[in-house]
């Protein structure tokens, strides 16, 4: 258990910590039929699910409301990894990844923009803000099987 010795988890180390069997994952999308086959997916692969239908309900249950303030709470200190679409009314998944970048205590938690659009600027864009990875929708099994084996593979 030392500390980040390079290799492209070292980020996820400190957060992934030790979540036992279930990490607990954020979900936010807009669209409900989308929010509800990602948290099936994400259950399927033994996943503890939060669903949220946009950022400023995500950045709430964060508790890095609107207020600007950061609220260190227990919703904080076990949240493993958030997933959310790029596109959605009010903040997109982009304003909403920099959001949790600009925290002081969320910066640590790996985020993954999914989008239906394959458009490549954007998912450089994403992924220079600090996106952990960028999925296209639909998402499939073996899609959170890839993402769940990589989170595994940074724990320890």
């Not at 030392?2 to 954020?26: A, F, T």
């Not at 864009?125 to 769940?148: H, I």
């Amino acid at each position: 258990m030392e500390g980040g010795s390079g290799g492209s988890c070292s980020s996820m180390e400190k957060v992934m910590g030790n979540y036992g069997d279930q990490p607990h994952v954020l979900a936010v999308d807009d669209n409900l039929i989308d929010r509800k086959l990602v948290e099936k997916l994400l259950k399927n692969s033994s996943c503890k699910v939060t669903t949220a239908e946009n950022g400023l309900k995500a950045l709430e249950y964060l508790g890095l409301g609107v207020d600007g303030r950061n609220k260190l709470d227990t919703n904080v200190s076990k949240m493993n990894l958030i997933i959310t679409d790029y596109c959605m009314p009010g903040m997109t998944g982009y304003e909403l990844l920099k959001k949790i970048k600009e925290s002081s205590i969320m910066k640590e938690v790996p985020v993954v923009i999914m989008s239906s659009e394959n458009i490549p600027t954007r998912i450089t864009k994403c992924l220079e803000e600090g996106a952990q990875m960028f999925m296209l929708k639909p998402l499939k099994q073996s899609d959170v099987k890839k993402l769940r084996s990589d989170l595994m593979s940074c724990r320890r």
